[in-house]
Structure formats: structure tokens, C-alpha cells
């Protein structure tokens, strides 16, 4: 018959097609890999390049430490610790370690006996003389990202992730969605300026909507959003794009026009009514712990919310510190570039301030900004954090791939998109595991650190345990590049025990 009389060639391009639709309907129903699922059979060439990088690596394109805001190195922690995959690096270390700005860890003579030890430790208490206080587990949690920057499909697998490993997500400033709550894990809700889930129809605060809200029990703490690191003295940003009909209906916000945050809470313009405005909301709440996140851009403000602190005894139950490097899904490069104090000299200043006036553990302070492996957290806790918020370390959790799409609604894992295609490629029962490995694992990490520097809590780790690479060949003490005066060194952190007991 006619296939008889088919060429060789035409019976090599049948099982070549055959063998392309059998493999695309297989990447179209497989839920493991979202880039498979949006893009079925040419997603496989992304691994195949990705396994062919290392070696052409080595003589063309970028190294593995060139690309910013994450390194290859970095992302391919993060991708490790989400898998569950053992995060060891054969042949030594490829950091320059005589690179001036590298921080070191001081390693003790005598570290902390690790055999039979956890990675347990006594959590930290958000609002400790509340009617409500909220203990924290985990040292690192996820950081403020709303649903509508983010798919659904994303926050699915956010909230379920951090049920299963026992830590909390925050909501970010775009209301608390269905998504957020049905993973049935711990929630800091982040009320913006635009009040998105408590506003009237005018965009004003609705006491009454709040109060609801927060009858919730998933709801932990609340944060009030002065301004983020990203983009200082800017609101946030939904492009049009993003606004599906479900986030219009939840934000109440109109559709086809790009959907603005004010810069800043009309209620607050200065530390008295700041202060008044988490008393309100505190009561609203029940009692809840109510804390502001902010970038810092001098000394000024966070000493005066610290004097406030000592003097009242009173104030936020905790200080979100976010650097200016910290993320965002859209921003003015003005802003991004130039704006604000990066996260390990801002953590620095808050810590000196507090302890400067006595108020140092009297609150919680929370640092943000580009900090995704286990020792880039400890870093931020040694600087004076006693929790870290990470936002990007998380996507990555999630599969993102630093495409750098985050604002064109185009995302390719299907993470920052709401675009119903790319979104099915995220599975959130396949993901959600790897958001609660990458937690533990940042976790484990921070407490591996602290054992090797000789305490047992990872809020014991101090400037004095790092040191800066300041020229080749010259470390410099930490004490020393961030001084503080005799006063602030001998106050006290939060929930900082005077002696730990030997593991």
C-alpha cells in the first residue's frame, strides 16, 4: 500500500511526531514541573540547557556568581532545600573569601554538642503581654505577598506549605483571600494605606470589616504597611493586566485600569499617631499583635519610636525592617536603586536604638530584604533580627526561575501571573511540600550556624560571632564596622536568656 511506498525519511519524521505529541500529553497531565505543563515538549529543552550550562559555563556567558538579585549559587540552594535535596558543595567553596564586603562566621573552638540535639528551639513570642500573643516557631517565615501580584495557585501552595511546616505567611497588602485561608495555616494580615479587605467603597478604614476579619482565628498579627524597601515612599502597584474579576471583587477595586496604593496611611503622620493607630487596631483586633513595617532612610524615626517604646512601655509589638534591596513585582528604577538603607545597616541602627533607649526587649524586630539561604538569615539575626521575612526564596520554593517577568503578567512558572494557562502549570499539592522543605531548611541551617559558633538559639548569635573581609588579607570584627555604645551592648534582646543550658 502507500506506506509501503513511504521514504525512509518519511517514516523517521512519523515516530519523531508521534514521539512529539506522546511526550507533550504527558508534560500537559504530569503535575510535577510548571514549565512542562504551560509549555509542553519544548519545556523539556529547559533542563536539557540547564544540564548543559555547567560545562559551557566554563568558557562562555556568566559565571555562577554574576547574576543578580540571585546568583546561580543562591537560587540553586534554594531549589535544593525545597526538593528536599542535600544541600552539601563538592570541592570546596567557589566565593572569593578574600573579596572585600564577604561576612564570615567566627566558629568557635568549642562549638555546641550537636549529637542527639533538634533543630527546636524556644519560639518567639509577637505581642508577649497581649490578650492574644502569637509564638513563633520557625526563624525565617514568608513575607508580605498579596494574592493578585501572585496567582492563586501560588498562594494555595504558600499557605498550605506553612501549615505543614508549622510557620506563617503574610498576606501582603492586598487583602486576605480565600486562598490565603484555605490552606488552613497561620496568617499575618498587612493592612496598606489602600486598606484592601477592610476599606469602605470611598477606600477609607471600615473598623467594622477589620474587626471581622480578624475574628479569624488563622489571623495571628497584623502589620500596618508604612512603606517597603523596594520602594520607598511609593504605593503599590497592580497592573490592569492582573486585575481578574475575582481580585476586583476582593480588593474592591475597579477592573482595566492599573490599581494604585497611596504612599502612605492617611491616619499617620508622625510617631504619636502612628502609636495611636496600633493601639486602634490592637483593640479592634482582640488583642492581637500589631507591628509596622518600614524602610528605614536615617537614624531619626527609629529612635524616636524607641524612645516612645521606653517611655510608654508600650507601642508595636514588633518592627518589620525591610532593606532597600528587598523585592517587588513592579517599581520605579529611581526608587529601586536609590531609595532607602539596605537591610544589614538598617537592622543595625534599629538594634542600637533600641537598646540605646532600653526598649530592646520590648519588641520583636523582623528583618526583610534578599535573604533566601540559611546563612544569609543568620547573618540578619546576628545583626540584631530576632525573625526574618523572605519573599523570593519562597517563589524560587515555588519554582520560580528569576525570568524577571513579575510585572508583565507573562511569568513563566505561572507564580506571578494571573494568566489561567500559565497559572495550571503550578500545582499547589506538589508545591506546597517544597515551601515547608525550604522553611525547615532555612531552619536546620540557622540552627547547624549557631551550634558551630557555640550557643543554642539562633537569637544569640551577635555581631561579635562575624566578622567583614574589608581589604585582601583583613577581616574587621563586626563590633567594629557597627559600633554601639556600652548602654545599647549590654541590653538585653528579646527572649534572650542570660545563660542557655548545654544541649
Known sequence: GELNMLPWWGWVLIVVGAYVVLTSVIDLVQRKHSIMRNYPFFGRFRYLFEALGPPLRQYIVTSDLIERPFNRLQRNWAYRAAKGELNSMPFGTQLDLDAPGIIKFNPSAFPTYDVGATDDCEPITLGAKRDQPFHVKHVANVSGMSYGSLSKNAVLALSRGVKIAGGYMNTGEGGCSPYHL??????????????????????????????????????????????????????????????????????????????????????????????????????????????FKTVLGGEEFIRDVARYIAEHDDGPDFITIDGAEGGTGAAPMSLSDHMGISLQEALVITDNHLREAGARNKVVVIGSGRCITGAEVAIALGLGADLVHIARGFMLALGCIQALQCDSNHCPTGVATNNKWLVRGLVPSSKDVRVANYMEAIHHDVMMIARALGVTHPREILRHHMSMIVEPGRRVSLTEIYPSTMKAFHETRVIRREKMPAA
Request: glycine share 14%; hydrophobic share 25%; charged share 35%.
Open 182 to 291: 484555605e490552606g488552613g495555616g497561620d496568617l499575618m494580615f498587612q493592612l496598606g494605606p489602600a486598606k484592601f479587605g477592610c476599606r469602605t467603597s470611598e477606600g477609607k478604614f471600615d473598623p467594622e470589616k477589620f474587626k471581622k476579619l480578624c475574628e479569624n482565628p488563622q489571623i495571628r498579627a497584623i502589620e500596618v504597611k508604612l512603606s517597603q524597601g523596594a520602594k520607598p515612599g511609593k504605593g503599590g502597584v497592580l497592573p490592569k493586566e492582573k486585575i481578574s474579576k475575582e481580585i476586583s471583587d476582593i480588593r474592591g477595586v475597579p477592573m482595566g485600569k492599573d490599581c494604585h496604593s497611596p504612599n502612605r496611611h492617611e491616619e499617620i503622620n508622625d510617631i504619636d499617631s502612628l502609636m495611636e493607630y496600633v493601639d486602634k487596631l490592637r483593640e479592634l483586633s482582640g488583642g492581637k499583635p500589631v507591628g
